[in-house]
Every structure is written in structure tokens, then in C-alpha cells.
């Protein structure tokens, strides 16, 4: 970026002050279960794995739910590009874990380098990407003008802004210019988002959200087979992504709403924390079973604090709560994931980062939205009491999910051949 403003100066400069401070700085992450220990030379720009032969495209997204979306993309660009190698970069634990899981052949996980000068710089000279595809909105000012000084060609897919970042960018006109210059297309993820984007400048390409985007969740059949077994023909509820505060208000409207034999099964969207859902909830009166323990489910709630076993559970399901929008400021999941595998959607309120998803399933019957915890236990009663009324929602759910995927293959008509000839 030429003439870069004074406050994007400022930033690289405290970065590259800061930088040396960053090993101890992870090391201490690490101790807390926010790093791995053996691959924190990774953050610090230093490849764990050899560059492949040939091309490489880079992509990014920050965190379980961004990486994840990048898969059908990175499936589309191996499709349309044989020989193209793809390196996924991310920043958690977490969708470390799922990335190795999940990645097609051809494509391998990093960790992001810290948005050092030196640490990117090390990233960069390594892989030599030809194009770097960073998903919603993680604009790294070293990271994107390194990228574009060593003739990476750039684009932000699935592009996200929300309102408060917008006020934020239009305080520093200049920085937001010169960063969104350096792609050379901006696909949105909403209407909302090409609007702030285009109100600073960026070049919009066709719209564009990965997260509609993908294929049912996996799940081990045999795993699948022996928890059909031992639960029979109870009826289950799963509650899916669920964060502090929403276990104890879902499993109060379950034990409202529920028969007896029914099982709730709760899915922490952070599998840690496990053992402290167990404890809350036996305060106050239920029965928990944790998989993480090897205990099978009993008949009070069993929670799956296990990591990639949300698509087993939620083939057990006849509905499911998303959580995410019962809590403060965390602004819903996508409910997307159940709809796949004809699951309809129970959520909360506060769905502001998948609120036009929401909206559309709203509009098929496919989702329904509880204010509150006693409307949560009412459409709880309802769906546990009408499975003809559930079916027909996961039905709707299903149809809408299998409509998404126009939009990637348009996306890939422009973003192919950013990878080379």
C-alpha cells in the first residue's frame, strides 16, 4: 500500500515494538489451553509443514464457524484448479482440531502468524501464496499489506461488517481505504455488509455467504448406531453451541415442556466447559451425564461435551435449540448445520450475526423464535407433542438449506482464476 496513512504507520510500528514480546506472550496463552504448546512457532510465522509443488492459495478465517465455511471453497478451487494446493489458516484451538478433520485432500491447517511484520513476513516467504481468500471480516493491516507487496491477489469473502464497525472504520476514512484497496474484490455476506463496504471504498464483487454453504455434518455410523440403542425411542432435543447462562434457562423450559422419557442433550459450544455445565445444572436439580466420562445417556441430561459429534447427536434430534441467541452479545449460530440434516430450529433472540438466515426460515416455517424461556418451553411442548408438526418443519428446513449453493459457484466463476492461468 502505497502512502500508507499515519495511523496504519503507527500500528505497524507498535506491532513490530510489541513483536518480541509475542513468544512469551504465547507461552502464556498456552498455559491456559488457548495455544498448542508444539505449535506455537506456527503463530510466530514459522511453517510447521513443507510447501507443496506448484501453486498455493491461502485461506483465512479466524475462528470455528469462519473456518468451517471454508471448506466448500476450498473443495470448489481444488474442483476447478487440479495441481492447486490450499493452506488454511486459523486461530484457535479449537478449529485447528476440526480443520484436520475435515480438510479435503490437497488443503493443510496453520495456525495465523500474529499480525507481526516479521512474523508474517515468515509466513509469507514460506508459502508464497498466489492468492489469499480471508473470510467476513479480518482485516490484519501487516498481514494484508504484505500480502499485497509480494503480488498475492486478495479477496474478503463472505464478507461481514457489522454497524459499530462501520462507525469505527469511518473514523479512520483513510486506513479503511487502504486496506480494502488491497482486494481486489469484496464479496458480502448481506446487503447490510455491501453497504458499509461500499461506503468505504471496497471493490464488491457478487454477494456471497459461505456459511449457507456445505455439507451435512459428519458422523460415525456405528457410533450412530449404538447411541440409537441405548436411547430407543425416547424422544431427544438437542441443544446445539449452547454458552454460559443458556444451559440452566434451556434446561428449565425442557424439564416445563417435557414427557418423562424424553432426553435433552446439550452441546456446549465450547467442549471445556463440560464439567461446569454439570455442576450448575446439579445445583439445581438435574441429573447430568457427560460423554467426555464414557457415560452413556441416562434420563436426565446428557451433555456432549466432546468435540465434532454435533452431527451425531443432531441425527438423533427432532428439534433442535441453536444456542447463541439466548445469551448476551453473542449474537446466535448458524442454524444452517441442523436444517441439512432435516432438523428444525428452536432459537433465542439475539441472532444479529445470522439474522437474515434466520429471517428466511422464519418466513418457510423452517426455524421458530422464543422471546423468552417461557416461550421456549411452549414450542418445546408443542414439537415434543406434534412430531407430525417437527417433520414437516425439518422438511422445510432441509429444502431451504439445498437451495444455497448457487451462490458459490458464482463466487468461484470470479475467484478461480485469482489462483493463476
Not at 438437542?238 to 435433552?264: C, D, Q
Not at 439466548?326 to 449460530?333: C, E, L, Q, R
Request: glycine letters at 10%; one cysteine or more.
Amino acid at each position: 500500500m502505497n502512502a500508507r496513512p499515519a495511523s496504519l504507520r503507527l500500528y505497524s510500528l507498535a506491532a513490530r515494538l510489541a513483536e518480541p514480546l509475542a513468544g512469551a506472550v504465547l507461552r502464556a496463552r498456552a498455559r491456559r489451553g488457548k495455544e498448542e504448546v508444539a505449535r506455537l512457532g506456527e503463530r510466530l510465522g514459522r511453517a510447521s509443514s513443507l510447501r507443496p509443488d506448484g501453486p498455493v492459495a491461502w485461506l483465512h478465517g479466524a475462528s470455528v464457524g469462519e473456518s468451517l465455511s471454508l471448506i466448500p471453497l476450498a473443495r470448489g478451487l481444488i474442483a476447478r484448479r487440479p495441481g492447486l494446493s490450499i493452506v488454511v489458516t486459523t486461530g484457535t484451538v479449537t478449529s485447528a482440531q476440526l480443520m484436520a478433520e475435515r480438510l479435503p485432500a490437497g488443503a493443510v491447517h496453520q495456525y495465523a502468524p500474529i499480525d507481526g511484520p516479521t512474523s508474517v513476513a515468515r509466513f509469507l516467504d514460506h508459502w508464497r501464496p498466489c492468492a489469499g481468500f480471508l473470510a467476513e471480516s479480518e482485516l490484519w493491516p501487516n498481514l494484508i499489506d504484505a500480502a499485497r507487496q509480494r503480488g498475492v491477489r486478495l479477496a474478503l469473502v463472505s464478507a461481514r461488517m457489522t454497524e459499530a464497525s462501520a462507525r469505527g472504520w469511518t473514523r479512520a476514512p483513510a486506513a479503511a481505504r487502504a486496506l480494502l484497496s488491497a482486494f481486489e474484490t469484496v464479496m458480502p455476506q448481506d446487503a447490510a455488509s455491501a453497504e458499509r463496504f461500499a461506503a468505504l471504498g471496497a471493490r464488491l464483487g457478487p454477494a456471497l455467504n459461505l456459511k449457507r454453504l456445505g455439507e451435512p455434518l459428519p458422523c460415525d455410523p456405528d457410533i450412530l448406531a449404538a447411541l440409537r440403542d441405548a436411547i430407543g425411542l425416547r424422544p431427544v432435543v438437542a441443544a446445539v453451541s449452547t454458552h454460559p447462562g443458556e444451559e440452566a434457562l434451556i434446561a428449565k423450559a425442557f424439564r416445563a415442556a417435557a414427557t418423562p422419557e424424553a432426553l435433552l442433550v446439550l452441546i456446549p459450544r465450547h467442549p471445556a466447559r463440560g464439567e461446569a455445565v454439570a455442576a450448575e445444572l446439579g445445583a439445581l436439580g438435574f441429573a447430568c451425564a457427560l460423554r467426555s466420562r464414557g457415560e452413556p445417556p441416562g434420563h436426565g441430561i446428557y451433555i456432549a461435551d466432546t468435540l465434532g459429534e454435533t452431527g451425531l447427536f443432531l441425527r438423533l434430534a427432532r428439534f433442535a435449540v441453536m444456542g447463541g441467541g439466548f445469551a448476551g452479545g453473542i449474537g446466535g449460530h448458524n442454524p444452517l448445520e441442523p436444517a441439512r440434516l432435516g432438523v428444525p430450529v428452536l432459537t433465542g433472540p439475539a441472532v444479529f450475526n445470522a439474522q437474515a438466515l434466520f429471517d428466511e426460515m422464519f418466513a418457510e416455517a423452517a426455524a421458530i423464535a422464543a422471546p423468552d424461556g417461557s416461550a421456549l418451553t411452549r414450542h418445546m411442548a408443542g414439537l415434543l407433542a406434534s412430531p407430525q408438526i417437527a417433520r414437516r418443519m425439518g422438511e422445510a428446513a432441509r429444502a431451504y438449506a439445498e437451495r444455497q449453493g448457487a451462490a458459490l459457484d458464482a463466487a468461484l466463476a470470479q475467484l478461480a482464476p485469482m489462483t493463476g492461468p
